[in-house]
């Protein structure tokens, strides 16, 4: 059964930076295409980029040159590197994998940027 696990959330001052992990289980990183996503206060979630099943990241461009994606095959794990964070990134991020018609998802982890 495929399982997601995000952590590495908290609370970080406005241009500080933090690692978020999204540890998979019940799959094996790089084999379908996996993604994270934020949800701000009050808002819909919004995509932010995929880690595609040859190693290939995609991020959207509203966090272009901030954030970045990147894998540890041998920990099974995914993360988001966020930097320069803004208040606006406040919010809860999760991570995805899409396999066929499943998406999976974890429970999500929040972060908190102060200004």
């Known amino acids: 059964q495929v399982q997601l696990a995000e952590s590495g959330g908290g609370l970080v001052q406005a241009g500080g930076s933090l690692r978020l992990s999204c540890l998979l289980s019940?799959?094996?990183?790089?084999?379908?295409?996996m993604g994270w996503y934020h949800q701000a206060p009050g808002k819909q979630r919004e995509y932010l980029g995929v880690?595609?099943?040859?190693?290939?990241?995609n991020l959207f461009d509203s966090v272009k040159g901030r954030f970045s994606i990147y894998s540890d095959n041998a920990k099974n794990t995914m993360y988001l590197q966020m930097n320069d964070l803004k208040p606006e990134d406040t919010g809860i991020y999760s991570c995805?994998?899409?396999?066929?018609?499943?998406?999976?998802w974890g429970q999500g982890t929040q972060v908190t940027v102060s200004s």
């Open positions: 880690l595609t099943t040859s190693g290939r990241t």
């Open positions: 995805n994998l899409i396999r066929g018609g499943d998406v999976y």
């Open positions: 019940g799959s094996v990183i790089g084999g379908d295409p």
